[in-house]
């Protein structure tokens, strides 16, 4: 069985703040997706990495992949209250139908 | 464009009622689909998927089933619900994982089951 581990579980920060989030396995994985999710709603896509040491651009969010694609981590400069939410992680590999998702972070970002 | 939705949104039922939501996917062919499960505020825990009509892999033993009676089409059922069957629970479908964009999911609304 695959596993996802993300770190921290929970954060809160004050507006403007840096903040890094981790989502590591002992698993390969061919592609890694990062997902953000409001209370109420379904989980919506913000990146796809594919290859090992890819390194994403978004606005204010960086999404790195780890060179052996066990890894990733999810970098937001100058936090802002509209980035609160719950982070996940999913891994997938091109022959599965299916994803393991980390048990996500949930970011709470002060005005 | 592709769309999914799922329905009811909000459902409150006694225990050992039976249970069923309802998910479409328009726009697309073939999908692969999937009911998850999530606690409040945690990550997601996959029930069951779907790769064709009539075809359900079950990920965990439980007290639910699932039925695909047609292409874009996913049910989740259960005879007599429990109190541990609470829960938000989101369908969901992708395509066919692609080496070069990876296994995109798109996900429903959620449906928050709460069994009192």
């Known amino acids: 069985t695959q596993l996802l581990e993300q770190s921290p579980q929970f954060l809160s920060i004050q507006e403007g703040e840096n903040l890094t989030v981790y989502c590591n396995s002992s698993s390969v994985f061919s592609s890694l997706q990062w997902y953000r999710q409001e209370p109420g709603e379904g989980p919506v896509l913000l990146v796809t990495v594919v290859t090992g040491g890819e390194v994403k651009k978004l606005k204010r969010l960086t999404f790195q992949f780890g060179d052996a694609r066990k890894d990733s981590s999810l970098h937001i400069t100058a936090a802002q209250p509209g980035d609160t939410g719950l982070y996940l992680c999913a891994g997938a590999n091109t022959n599965a139908g299916k994803s393991t998702f980390g048990d996500g972070t949930t970011l709470t970002v002060k005005p | 464009s592709q769309t999914i939705h799922q329905w009811p949104a909000t459902l409150v039922q006694p225990v050992g009622s039976p249970l069923s939501l309802e998910c479409t996917v328009e726009g697309t062919s073939n999908p692969n689909l999937y009911w998850y499960r999530q606690a409040a505020g945690r990550g997601l825990q996959l029930l069951f998927y779907?790769?064709?009509?009539?075809?359900i892999s079950s990920e965990v033993p439980q007290n639910l089933s699932a039925s695909r009676p047609q292409d874009r089409q996913f049910i989740l059922s259960s005879k007599k619900l429990l109190l541990s069957d609470s829960g938000f629970y989101l369908c969901a479908w992708t395509e066919l994982p692609r080496e070069s964009s990876g296994n995109t999911i798109y996900f429903g609304e959620g449906s928050w089951l709460t069994v009192v």
């Open positions: 779907s790769v064709g009509i009539g075809q």
